[in-house]
């Protein structure tokens, strides 16, 4: 087998005196989605602003294709081919999409502020590539109708979409999705379902998802991690996952509560 | 109505979208050109006021309205560009070198200025630059070896490749020059991947990081080339009043200078320029109103100030978008009459951000 594309090794990050992540370790192997699920408070989220080096972690580090990343700035992070979306949608919301899109193409501009200024050939040709890579992006999502439109105008379902879409525009490694069916409705999620199906066979990113819905999870996950108050409750796949009786119990609450 | 037929992605890349936009600016271009033959020269004088001042815009509403950084120092740049401008003159550097310096030594102060950008956000940022427009103030008071102190300077006439510019006209064209290179230096920075990286700090600083957007550094960039645009309309100032001193660049311009580009428009290019325009208009029709308005309300120390106050909340509660939103809702509503429907603008509210990382 091949090398794990990301690795964290005993993950623990401390808030004042509470430990949203302790000691939490995990693979992730190319070509496969892994789900990260817990109740809430569990860390899942935590883990991804880890990774995308929000929060530096307090012990243990992350190793992304055999480097360590967590000393890193968070905007070198997408540099490496680590794209994310957010939980609360993180879009610019007072710009078109295809803007959107191509802000996520910044990483590979070559011009400097004073060539943007003049606009100098040179940016015109990158600006050319960058749209022409934005459209395979609004092609593969079939967003050619909300190209122009700004993204405050758009109904939530369809900004769920294009920040997937904008992730997508930095041709990724890795692509951290952050609770990609909160706020859809059925339908929906079941189109989400699909798109990532495509991103993981077509595209050949892996993916790590936070989720809630296990339908969504069981579907499209190859492994799944338990998480309950930052800690590791079991990994396996989805069936396996959703008979640990640790699980269960974190969702549940046990016998005895 | 006109509808675009797009065929090329260099179509979105073009500064002007298609030939009806050639044409207008053509013709407005013209008409400016032929102003000063046409209008008398008080006018043309208060028409290079708003050249400057929409120089000024400009370089505020890169910071303010693009990048989401509000200044409340900018008076400061534009002392800093006029000061430089007037010492080199003295010293006989010739005009096109002096302009440039002053946009550098005022872009220079924009970096350190912005420092404090990279580790304070919102009202914090605002104090600090705040703080940066006293200092300024007192230093430009206290340093009369170069500014002259309390008793200003007086600059000498100004002349370009041996061209003495000893008339409105001439300033006038001068300054309008300068006006539409700034003006497609801005509009060619924000179809950039720089202008882009701007408007993503200031609509989600953690998406930009996230994105690849080193923010430290767009932000100095922001904050740098603010300044030196300021610091261009300074050395225009200093020329257009012949005498500068420190009472022209307080705190209370800074907040006018602000004030003008959120009635103008936050986040375009044309709401500095109707900022500007709206501004100097004002003071003239204030100005007049004085001579009508009964001696009790006329001669009030105060009413400039109490109607612009009066202008600025009407533009937060009414619309938003200031002048430039009018202006938008006016022209669709003319291309498309008569369809306009009341409330096409009204956007929906955003919806709240209850988990936002600080």
Known sequence: MTAPLLQAQNVSIQFGGVKAVNGVSFEVWPHEVFSMIGPNGAGKTTIFNIISSLYKPSAGRVIFEGEAISHLGAYEIARLGIARTFQNIELFEHATVLQNLLVGRHCQRHSSWWQDLLFTPRVRRTELQFRRHAEEVIEFLDLQHYRDSMVINLPYGVRKVVELGRALAMRPKLLLLDEPSSGLNVEETEEMGFWIDDIKNDLGITVIMVEHDMGLVSRVSDRVLALNQGEVLTLGTAAEVQAHPGVIEAYLGGADD | ?358
Not at chain 2, 212 to 233: D, E, N, V
Request: proline share 3%.
């Open chain 2, 1 to 358: 109505m006109r509808f675009l037929f797009k065929t090329h992605y260099e179509q979105d890349l073009e500064l002007f979208k298609h030939g009806g936009q050639k044409f207008w600016y053509g013709l407005l271009l013209l008409a400016l050109a032929a102003a000063p033959m046409v209008f008398p020269e008080y006018f043309i004088s208060q028409l290079v006021f708003v050249w400057i001042y929409s120089v000024v815009g400009l370089g505020l509403m890169l910071l303010v309205g693009f990048t989401g950084q509000v200044s409340l120092g900018h008076a400061a740049f534009l002392a800093m560009g006029a000061y430089t401008e007037a010492y080199l003159q003295q010293r006989g550097w010739p005009f096109l070198f002096s302009l440039a310096s002053a946009a550098v030594v005022a872009g220079l102060t924009g970096i350190v200025v912005g420092l404090p950008a990279l580790r304070v956000k919102g009202i914090y940022l605002s104090i600090a630059t705040l703080a940066f427009g006293f200092i300024v103030e007192e230093a430009v008071t206290r340093a009369d070896g170069i500014t002259g102190g309390n008793s200003g300077i007086t600059l000498g006439s100004l002349e370009i490749f041996g061209l003495p510019i000893n008339s409105e006209t001439r300033f006038y064209y001068v300054s309008l020059f300068i006006l539409i290179l700034c003006v497609l230096g801005v509009m060619n920075l924000m179809r950039s991947p720089t202008g882009r990286a701007f408007v993503a700090i200031r609509d989600s600083e953690i998406s930009a990081q996230s994105m690849g957007i080193h923010l430290a550094r767009y932000k100095t960039i922001a904050f740098a080339l603010s300044a030196a645009l300021t610091g261009i309309a300074g050395a225009l100032y200093a020329h257009k009043l012949r005498f500068i001193s420190p009472e022209q660049f307080t705190i209370l311009q800074s907040i006018e200078l602000l004030i003008m580009i959120v009635i103008g428009g936050l986040g375009s290019i044309y709401g500095a320029i109707f900022g500007a325009a709206f501004w100097i208009l004002a003071q003239q029709l204030i100005v007049t109103a004085k001579d009508w308005l009964p001696p009790a309300i006329g001669q009030q120390t105060g009413l400039q100030p109490t109607i612009f106050g009066i202008f600025l909340v009407a533009v937060v509660l009414f619309e938003p978008l200031g002048i430039y939103g009018m202006w938008l809702k006016m022209r669709t509503f003319l291309e498309i009459f008569p369809f306009y429907r009341k409330g096409m603008f009204r956007r929906q509210k955003s919806y709240m951000k209850s988990e936002r990382l600080k």
